[in-house]
């Protein structure tokens, strides 16, 4: 988990509300990654975001959003459009490295936020 | 269509025996595969990471293979502990570092 936070660790949704999920590094890593969790199935990419100001849509993204004001900071929306938005949600960044550099590759993971709805 | 297969979806073993955990994928273009260990509520954490030249990868206890001719990879624990209890999750990247594939994962737990 190090230096990766996500918060809350829980949180309830009640129905047509928008919540915030937030997710925050301290280890200037320059991109960073939203991901759903279900049971049975692998992580899904909802939106990353390589630099500052800049964010593509995953897999999953419809009916979330995002922003990247600040270099260490990547929350994520749920919308009210999202109709299924019960799961983990597992913010990540990575350090770009040198050119070549397998460490460049690897994903540190926050503590997740599991989301319910009312 | 990149997917990655793990087997078993479960495992229970005796703590202090060994097993082997298994991954095969068909995502291209490979890059790397990597191998996390996520506990219960929590995010996953990296155990290993191999690139296509690599064909073994040790942490510790933990010894992970790649061969990427048949497109498999194991997880090998050894001498296990109550702590390995756990899933572990097989990670393929297909370039790049942004586009992961995930696997469902195993998940293991070691009993006294």
């Known amino acids: 988990d190090g230096g990766i936070t996500q918060s809350p660790k829980y949180l309830f949704r009640k129905e047509g509300q928008n919540v915030t999920l937030s997710c925050e590094q301290n280890?200037?890593?320059?991109?960073m990654y939203w991901y759903r969790q279900d049971p049975g199935q692998g992580l899904r990419l909802i939106y990353y975001?390589?630099?500052?100001?800049?964010?593509q849509k995953g897999d999953i993204a419809e009916g979330y959003s995002v922003s990247r004001e600040k270099k260490e900071s990547f929350p994520l929306t749920v919308t009210s459009a999202q109709k299924n938005p019960t799961a983990f949600y597992l913010c990540?960044?990575?350090?770009?490295?040198?050119?070549?550099?397998?460490?460049?590759?690897?994903?540190?993971f926050g503590p997740g936020t599991r989301l319910l709805v009312l | 269509k990149n997917q990655v297969e793990q087997s078993p979806q479960s495992l229970i073993i005796l703590e202090g025996k060994n097993c082997t955990l298994q991954?095969?994928?068909?995502?291209?273009?490979?890059?790397?595969l990597r191998w996390y260990k996520q506990d219960t509520g929590r995010g996953p954490v990296s155990l290993t990471i191999?690139?296509?030249?690599?064909n073994t990868k040790s942490n510790g206890r933990y010894t992970a293979t790649l061969d990427a001719d048949t497109k498999q990879s194991s997880l090998h624990i050894t001498a296990s502990q109550l702590s390995d209890s756990a899933s572990y999750i097989c990670?393929?990247?297909?370039?790049?570092?942004?586009?992961?594939?995930f696997g469902t994962g195993t998940q293991l737990k070691v009993e006294l």
């Open positions: 990540a960044s990575r350090k770009y490295g040198t050119s070549g550099s397998i460490k460049g590759e690897t994903q540190y």
């Open positions: 280890l200037n890593h320059d991109a």
């Open positions: 975001s390589q630099i500052v100001n800049d964010f």
């Open positions: 991954c095969n994928y068909t995502v291209s273009p490979f890059s790397n």
């Open positions: 191999m690139t296509f030249s690599e």
């Open positions: 990670v393929v990247s297909a370039g790049g570092g942004n586009k992961l594939t």
